[in-house]
């Protein structure tokens, strides 16, 4: 794997974990999942209301168990497609989402 690959392959996984150590750190106790109810979002542990609707319902699909379940998915195709020749397209769109983070590699 060429050393840009390999780079991006280390930016994308450093991502992942992040995301998925806030995600486990928002459901610390395992409660359930996130759901929307008109203006309000039920995040287990207490409602919080006065979103508009279509906000509330954007929030709770972000629920934390749904979040790891998107990162193990990403965590598999990253490592089905980590030894790709450069330039993998699959490597770059899983790094995309992150084009604004400031370790971006402006090569990717």
Known sequence: MSSMA?????????????EADLARRCDGDGCGEWSAHGHTVDF?????????????????????????????????????????PWPSHDLRDLASPYADHPDFPAWA
Do not use: M, N, W, Y
Request: charged residues 35%; proline residues 4%; aromatic residues 4%.
């Open 6 to 18: 390999e780079k991006l392959v280390r930016f994308i996984k450093v991502r992942l974990d992040e």
């Open 44 to 84: 287990c542990q207490v409602d919080l209301s006065g979103f508009h609707p279509t906000i509330a319902l954007h929030v709770a699909l972000h629920d934390p168990a749904r979040v790891l379940r998107e990162i193990d998915s990403k965590r598999r195709i990253l490592a089905r497609h980590a030894r790709d």
